[in-house]
């Protein structure tokens, strides 16, 4: 019995495994300790993190699932996946739920959940089926940068009407994943062009529509209501298509202000959130003040999910946080050495967006915690308190696992002609 289980392997890459495991492993952890307004509320100290555990544990429950399905059956999936996206996200803008002034989450028998989180998944399987599909020997064929953009601008827009850093995440990836599928330069040249005409002419709406004093206190805010109105109402159709540029534009104000301020003149009402971020990160002496002694986690509202980095720095110090971001790089390396070791083209590509996917919103969520970034509602992936992004999170390491564990690689034609020559010389 024992020299069966001493046989027994883990399928997939043990490396991946290890990083999952030791993310799960410090979620749980910081989501209890982060999670104090939230058990205020519930009356319940261990509610949250319990709800918490149960989601990862599913999560992981899913995860397996897709680590025994064979890459070549995600296949299957991408024309269905696309067409439910784009069903849920337009649903999602006409009877989705409000949270925070951002339509993001659609409930359904019960569940709430985000279809961006769908959208994203289906958009990099279509684009790794599309690159792998017109690889030539000079590179991709120049008809596949066409079609990804026939695919992934509908959802990215449809997600940016609600959630413009998740959208700008997943078409980085998506720019990315074209220059590693071998998208002929000039075509990404005159990409990257165009978005930043694009991303120029944003700006100028969003700050010509925007209400800066969207970010006063709310009385202030009821004054100026007509105003706002009647100001929406000038713009028309763009109102409409940047309903949501109050938020961005105080944010980006907020953000590009680098005005010196007195401790004690800090306004900790209306910045809130960052204020209490730099506070936390401030507080921890490099060394951290240890697990489950955090303080600004009772005065940051979102300290279990957008913020729950700062709260990392806060208990574990420097060393905390820099493992952290280490354990998301390692993902990445690890998950392009998986990536390079496969003998077809979309097995790699896939998995190559999905960590690109992951690591992105990390390193986002990092740098919004440290005040490099504005402020976005962008969870940290694997670490964060979540429902949708949790399961599909660890959906997504799934796939990486299964690629790792079924995909064909360059090496097997060798090894088992090598192992047949064994067993003759043997015989």
Not at 116 to 143: C, F, N, P
Not at 160 to 176: H, K, P, Q, R
Request: proline fraction near 3%; aromatic fraction near 10%; charged fraction near 15%.
């Amino acid at each position: 019995m024992f020299d069966k289980l001493t046989r027994l392997k883990i399928k997939g890459d043990g490396i991946i495994w290890m990083v999952f495991f030791l993310l799960c492993i410090i979620s749980v952890l910081e989501v209890y300790s982060a999670s104090s307004s939230l058990t205020y509320k519930a009356g319940n100290y261990w509610k949250p993190v319990l709800y918490h555990t149960v989601l990862l544990l599913f999560g992981v429950g899913f995860m397996i699932v897709t680590m025994n399905i064979k890459c070549k059956y995600f296949k299957i999936v991408t024309p269905f996946a696309l067409l439910l996206s784009l069903i849920m996200l337009i649903a999602v803008l006409v009877v989705g739920q409000s949270t925070n002034g951002a339509q993001r989450w659609i409930g359904l028998f019960g569940i709430q959940f985000q279809p961006s989180e769908i959208g994203k998944g289906a958009v990099i399987l279509a684009e790794a089926q599309i690159l792998s599909a017109m690889q030539t020997i000079d590179g991709a064929d120049r008809r596949a940068f066409r079609y990804i953009l026939y695919i992934s601008l509908p959802i990215v827009f449809l997600i940016a009407m609600e959630n413009l850093s998740t959208a700008a995440l997943l078409f980085l990836t998506v720019i990315i994943m074209m220059f590693i599928g071998r998208v002929p330069k000039q075509q990404l040249g005159r990409l990257l062009g165009v978005l930043t005409l694009l991303a120029a002419f944003g700006f100028a709406m969003v700050m010509l529509i925007g209400n800066e004093q969207e970010k006063t206190a709310s009385a202030e805010k009821m004054n100026m209501t007509e105003q706002v109105t009647e100001k929406k109402e000038e713009t028309g159709i763009l109102s409409k298509v940047f309903h949501r540029a109050d938020t961005w534009k105080a944010r980006i104000i907020d953000f590009m202000d680098h005005t010196e301020v007195a401790p004690e003149d800090v306004d900790l009402d209306k910045d809130a959130q960052k204020s209490h971020a730099k506070i936390a990160i401030a507080s921890s002496n490099i060394v951290g003040k240890g697990p489950g002694n955090s303080v600004e986690r009772d005065f940051l509202s979102q300290a279990f999910s957008d913020f729950i980095y700062a709260i990392i720095i806060e208990e574990m110090g420097i060393f905390g946080a820099a493992v952290v971001c280490l354990l998301y790089i390692i993902l990445l390396f690890r998950t392009a050495t998986i990536a390079n070791r496969c003998a077809n083209a979309f097995p790699a590509l896939l998995i190559m967006g999905i960590a690109l996917l992951l690591v992105t919103q990390a390193m986002f969520n990092m740098a919004v915690a440290v005040g490099l970034a504005p402020v976005t509602g962008q969870p940290l992936p694997l670490i964060s308190k979540g429902g949708t992004s949790t399961i599909v999170n660890c959906i997504y390491v799934g796939i990486i696992l299964s690629v790792s564990y079924t995909a064909k690689r360059k090496d097997e034609p060798t090894e088992k002609k090598t192992t047949a020559k064994m067993a003759l010389a043997t015989a």
